[in-house]
């Protein structure tokens, strides 16, 4: 009996060391040198050189010269990395309802120079609830506000949305889509600050 216990404690202890010790220091070592932006959290730097979050994960901008992402469920306030994660309400859910005509009602107010439709993205949070990016349709919806926010031709802000457009990823995987925070330092540096 006491041999069998011996020999279960080493298994014990051997699968710990390799499964909670070796093996995360393998999988983060390679990830350091083969990917090391991305396992860094893929933090954006403004022009100063400090760091404007991630360009993983959405985050709010309330003011009207910004382009503004998806709705947050993540958290009490929405975009809480650290509660990532859907509202879970369904198409049938009155609150969900309520809350895309309220938020409907306010995309309207705030960009009446918008085309009449407000973009569906625009109204409902992804599952992660931080979703960074928005499709080329959610950004152009919002350009006249932001075009009019910064005293900029609408021409002329449509050309940086349009070329801050990402492809495909590996050509085949999502949908063509506009990363906010990044279009939104785009827009200081080229434009400068609201």
């Not at 051997?14 to 991305?38: E, I, R």
């Not at 009207?64 to 879970?88: L, M, V």
């Amino acid at each position: 009996m006491l041999n069998a216990a011996l020999i279960a404690a080493r298994v014990a202890c051997f699968t710990l060391l390799l499964t909670g010790v070796a093996y995360p220091l393998l999988v983060t070592g390679l990830a350091q040198l083969l990917f090391s932006h991305q396992a860094g959290g893929s933090l954006v730097q403004d022009d100063r050189g400090r760091v404007a979050g991630s360009a993983l994960i959405g985050q709010q901008f309330s003011r009207p010269a910004y382009f503004q992402p998806r709705p947050s469920a993540a958290g009490e306030r929405g975009y809480d990395p650290t509660a990532s994660g859907g509202s879970n309400l369904g198409p049938t859910s009155q609150k969900l309802r309520d809350r895309a005509i309220s938020d409907s009602a306010r995309l309207k107010k705030a960009n009446p120079e918008a085309a009449a439709a407000v973009p569906a993205e625009l109204l409902t949070a992804s599952a992660s609830g931080l979703d960074p990016h928005l499709s080329l349709a959610g950004a152009l919806w919002q350009a006249p506000r932001v075009a009019k926010a910064r005293r900029v031709a609408p021409e002329r802000l449509e050309a940086l949305v349009r070329s801050s457009l990402e492809g495909r990823d590996w050509g085949v995987l999502g949908e063509p889509r506009v990363n906010v925070l990044l279009l939104n330092l785009a827009l200081d540096r080229q434009f400068g600050g609201p």
